[in-house]
C-alpha cells in the first residue's frame, strides 16, 4: 500500500496570506490526524477527521480549519498566517477504531510564514 | 495538558550501548504508541502496547507500561548510529479518539 501523502512539502508564505494543505491517508483509513509541531511546543494536535466529520478539535484558534471528502483526503486550512504559525505540519491516518489504532504518518509540509 | 512527558528531553550515548528513555502521562489509556522521528521529517511507528499488557519486545526494543505509575520506558539495547532520533510517546485515553504526544526525548547515538 502507498503511504501516507502530503503536498505541498514546503510551503513559503507571508503574514496575512492564508494557505492550504493536504493529505492523502492511506487506502481504507478513513481517520485522519493533523499535527502541527514547533520546537518550543512539541507536537500538538490540531483535529481529527471520521468519515468527512469532525471528531475532535484540539486547542487551535478558528484561522485552522479542516475537511475530508468522501474518498478520506484531507485539507488543512489556515487563514491570515501570522509568524508564530510556521512549523511543521503533520498529517496521520488511521482505521479510526479507538483501542487499537495506530497512526501512519506522512512526511509532513514544512510552512515558513515571513 | 493531557500530553505525556518524556524524560530526558535529550540523551547522548557511544554506539553499542543501551538507551532508555522514559514516558509518564496523566490519564487513564486503551494504549501506549512509541514512534520515531528523524530530523525533521514525519514519524515512524515503532511499537505499540495494550494497558492489559506489562512488557512487549520488537527486535531491540524493549516497552514496559506501568498503569499504576501511569508511566511506560523504551528501551533500545546494543544502540547504533542510525538510532540517532527523537522518539515520542503517544497515548490513546480511553475517553475519545485523540492521541497525545509527549514532548520527546532527542537522542544521539556517537559513532
Known amino acids: 500500500k502507498a503511504g501516507v501523502t502530503q503536498t505541498p512539502r514546503y510551503l513559503i508564505k507571508t503574514r496575512g496570506q492564508q494557505v492550504t494543505l493536504s493529505c492523502s491517508p492511506i487506502?481504507?483509513?478513513?481517520?485522519v490526524s493533523w499535527y502541527q509541531q514547533t520546537p518550543g511546543q512539541g507536537l500538538q494536535f490540531l483535529f481529527e477527521y471520521f468519515s468527512e466529520t469532525q471528531r475532535n478539535k484540539g486547542n487551535f484558534p478558528g484561522r485552522f480549519s479542516g475537511r475530508q471528502f468522501s474518498n478520506s483526503r484531507s485539507e488543512m486550512n489556515v487563514s491570515t498566517l501570522e509568524l508564530g504559525d510556521s512549523a511543521l505540519y503533520l498529517c496521520?491516518?488511521?482505521?479510526?477504531?479507538?483501542?487499537?489504532?495506530?497512526?501512519?504518518f506522512g512526511p509532513g509540509t514544512r510552512l515558513t510564514v515571513l | 495538558s493531557q500530553q505525556g512527558e518524556e524524560d530526558p528531553q535529550a540523551l547522548s550515548i557511544q554506539e553499542g550501548e543501551n538507551a532508555t528513555m522514559n514516558c509518564s502521562y496523566k490519564t487513564s489509556i486503551n494504549n501506549l504508541q512509541w514512534y520515531r522521528q528523524n530530523s525533521g521529517r514525519g514519524l515512524v511507528h515503532l511499537i505499540l502496547?495494550?494497558?492489559?499488557?506489562r512488557e512487549k519486545h520488537s527486535g531491540r526494543l524493549r516497552v514496559t507500561l506501568d498503569t499504576s505509575k501511569k508511566s511506560s520506558s523504551l528501551l533500545i539495547t546494543a544502540s547504533r548510529a542510525a538510532d540517532t532520533a527523537s522518539y515520542f510517546c503517544a497515548t490513546d485515553p480511553n475517553t475519545g479518539n485523540q492521541f497525545y504526544f509527549g514532548t520527546g526525548t532527542s537522542l544521539t547515538v556517537i559513532p
Open positions: 496521520a491516518s488511521s482505521i479510526g477504531t479507538s483501542g487499537t489504532a495506530r497512526e501512519y
Open positions: 487506502s481504507g483509513h478513513r481517520s
Open positions: 502496547i495494550r494497558s492489559n499488557e
